[in-house]
């Protein structure tokens, strides 16, 4: 029995729609290896000279990041909690981080008084990126939020990264999963040693120290992306992370950024300030930038002195 015409030719421009979009794909596909294959090639080689800053990022023609502050976030295992939040910019061949402590006062618009690290938990990674941006007086453009299960699996499929531990540091929370027991000294930390590095802040120090120890892990992690062997293998290195890297960046926007990162100097400093209690709970009274005379955030500033001191 043969089909309604009008049945044959209802799917047969659905078939050619399909066919249409497999022949752009593979275009596509195309076009970037052709784009990608020069510069790998030169960068496998080892060329030199005065095109090898090009060279080495291969990326460099999608990041369109160039000059704009880009939220970094990492959460913990669960997802909930943030415990690093900082602000990076690529600039003039500079790679600059802020780094902002979990326990800095904020007061919110909408929400009142906090520490800056329940935003992400009470509003969502947009709540976190404007009052950020608010803070720190400039449009924070972009955001990538990093679980710390990515940073385990990243480096392992590194080898893992060489930092000096400046001290003994053991921690056990069986409600986190969470055991830390490193020796000082210099070693290669990955998986669960990387991530307990990262995340220990249980001495004199508290935030602070963690913060310094994160410039550790940021300036080794820099020394092993400059590498050419590691520039290559970043698209697997992202691929590794899957899903617990989320971004409102294009995929190759954030190659660019991170080979980017690689291949710039660093300069990485915390906003600096001082505790204080309120209402039995511990802040850190962070130096933001001047807030503009008049402005909510002065005012605000104002009264919080009237208690600290």
């Given at each position: 029995?043969?089909r309604p015409?009008?049945?044959?030719?209802?799917?047969?421009?659905?078939?050619?729609?399909?066919?249409?979009?497999?022949?752009?794909?593979?275009a596509?596909?195309?076009?970037a290896?052709?784009v990608?294959?020069?510069p790998l090639?030169?960068?496998?080689g080892?060329?030199?000279?005065?095109n090898?800053?090009?060279?080495?990022?291969p990326?460099?023609?999608?990041?369109?990041?160039?000059?704009?502050?880009?939220?970094l976030?990492?959460?913990d295992?669960?997802?909930?909690?943030?415990?690093?939040i900082a602000s990076?910019?690529?600039?003039?061949g500079?790679?600059?981080?802020?780094?902002?402590?979990?326990d800095?006062?904020?007061?919110?618009?909408?929400?009142g008084?906090?520490?800056i690290?329940?935003?992400?938990?009470?509003?969502?990674?947009?709540?976190?990126?404007?009052?950020l941006?608010?803070?720190?007086?400039?449009p924070i453009?972009?955001?990538?939020?990093v679980?710390?299960?990515?940073?385990r699996?990243?480096a392992?499929?590194?080898g893992?990264?060489?930092?000096?531990?400046?001290?003994?540091?053991?921690?056990?929370?069986?409600?986190?999963?969470?055991?830390?027991?490193?020796?000082p000294g210099?070693q290669?930390?990955?998986?669960r040693?990387l991530?307990?590095?990262?995340?220990?802040?249980?001495?004199?120090l508290?935030d602070?120290?963690r913060?310094?120890?994160q410039?550790l892990?940021?300036?080794a992690l820099?020394?092993?992306?400059?590498?050419?062997?590691?520039?290559?293998?970043l698209?697997?290195?992202?691929?590794a992370?899957?899903?617990?890297i989320?971004?409102?960046?294009g995929?190759?926007e954030?190659?660019?950024?991170?080979?980017?990162?690689?291949?710039?100097e660093?300069?990485?400093?915390?906003l600096?300030?001082?505790?204080f209690?309120r209402?039995g709970i511990?802040y850190?009274?962070?130096?933001?930038?001047?807030?503009?005379?008049?402005?909510s955030?002065?005012?605000a500033?104002?009264?919080?002195?009237?208690?600290?001191?």
């Open positions: 029995m043969k015409a009008s049945t044959k030719a209802g799917r047969t421009p659905r078939r050619r729609g399909r066919a249409r979009k497999v022949v752009v794909a593979m596509v596909g195309l076009s290896g052709l990608l294959a020069v090639f030169d960068l496998i080892g060329s030199s000279g005065a090898n800053n090009a060279v080495t990022n990326f460099a023609a999608w990041t369109g990041i160039g000059d704009q502050d880009i939220l976030v990492g959460t295992v669960g997802g909930g909690n943030t415990d690093v990076v910019r690529v600039d003039g500079v790679t600059r981080i802020t780094q902002v402590p979990r800095s006062y904020i007061e919110a618009e909408g929400y008084p906090n520490k690290n329940a935003l992400y938990a009470i509003g969502g990674i947009d709540l976190l990126k404007r009052e941006a608010r803070k720190l007086g400039r453009t972009h955001h990538v939020l679980n710390l299960g990515a940073v699996r990243m392992d499929a590194l893992g990264i060489e930092v000096n531990v400046p001290k003994r540091l053991y921690y056990t929370d069986r409600s986190q999963g969470l055991y830390i027991d490193l020796q210099v290669t930390l990955k998986g040693e991530e307990g590095f990262l995340r220990f802040r249980h001495d004199e508290g602070i120290g913060l310094e120890r410039q892990a940021w300036q820099f020394r092993k992306l400059t590498r050419p062997e590691h520039l290559v293998r698209p697997a290195l992202l691929s992370a899957g899903k617990d989320k971004t409102d960046l995929p190759m954030l190659g660019g950024l991170i080979t980017a990162m690689g291949t710039t660093l300069d990485t400093k915390r600096g300030g001082r505790p209690m209402n511990s850190w009274d962070a130096d933001w930038p001047q807030a503009p005379a008049g402005s955030d002065a005012a500033a104002d009264d919080r002195y009237r208690f600290l001191y």
